[in-house]
């Protein structure tokens, strides 16, 4: 007899099961962890290890008995042996797996995108009148007027509302022509009127923070990598005719044999 899925009082079949996948948008999500058990099958923990991630520690010696240290562990955290089996020791081999595979990547990867990174504020006013942000603009070059007060009285946007001041922002979130500009400018630079799309920007850069290889961007960018590695893998399956198909019970092999 086959089984259901039970949730809340609704039951559903293998059928339903797979509709609900599909409908709900979580077949991606399944195929990409289904390969991934295929990648980290080569994976192995040492008890050192799962003992120094559990514990929190690197200097303290393995205890002699590992399993009562695993069994307290699993007690204070309120899950059972077999969940500390099958979801927690996995996700350790995942974690393990994103280091194995993309650690030694990290320094290339970062010179290659720190341009996305480095981070501005700036001053900004946004102006639909060509000649009026001609004038601001010689105002503020020639004329040391203040800029935040221009922005309150004149800026079509809402950055109005804070005399202008914009950020701290990522360089790569502007606005090609302004990230550009702020590339090579020194802080206190302005530049006007620029055209963005339909209207006239007037900016200064204020400050500029360039992107530092810390152990927090290590980590993101360790993520990134897999995350970009792990949705190329399940497009290739998604894409290739055949790898994704719905058969009877019967003709369906082992577990191990849907890819």
């Known amino acids: ?19 609900a996948l599909v409908q709900y948008k979580l077949l991606e999500s399944l195929v990409g962890q289904l390969l991934l058990d295929e990648a980290i099958k080569e994976v192995t923990l040492t008890k050192q290890e799962v003992f120094h991630i559990l514990a929190g520690v690197r200097d303290v010696p393995l205890p002699d008995d590992f399993e009562g240290f695993v069994a307290q562990w699993c007690q204070y955290k309120q899950v059972t042996p077999e969940y500390f089996n099958q979801v927690v020791l996995r996700e350790l081999r995942v974690e393990k797996f994103k ?56 800026s079509s946007g809402s950055e109005r509302e804070v005399g ?7 360089l790569s979130s502007l606005p090609d022509e302004i990230a550009t500009l702020f590339c090579s400018a ?31 961007t290590r980590a993101n960018l360790i993520h990134r990598m897999y995350h970009q590695w792990l949705q190329t893998q399940v497009r ?24």
């Open 236 to 259: 290739k399956v998604l894409n290739t005719p055949g790898m994704i198909a719905v058969q009877p019970e019967e003709e369906c092999g082992g577990k191990d044999d849907a890819f």
């Open 164 to 170: 202008g001041r914009m950020g701290p922002v990522s």
């Open 186 to 216: 020194q802080v206190g630079a302005l530049y006007g009127p620029v055209p963005i799309a339909d209207i006239f920007w007037i900016v200064r850069l204020e400050q500029f923070t360039s992107a530092r290889l810390t152990e927090a």
């Open 1 to 19: 007899m086959s089984n259901c899925l039970k949730v809340g009082h609704r039951l559903l079949n293998g059928d339903q099961i797979i509709s």
């Open 99 to 154: 280091q194995l595979y993309f650690a030694n990547q990290v320094e290339s990867e970062f010179l290659r995108i720190k341009s996305d990174l480095d981070q501005v504020e700036y001053s900004l006013i946004q102006l639909h009148d060509l000649p009026l942000a001609q004038e601001l603009y010689f105002q503020l070059r020639d004329d040391g007027a203040d800029f935040a007060q221009l922005a309150r009285q004149y």
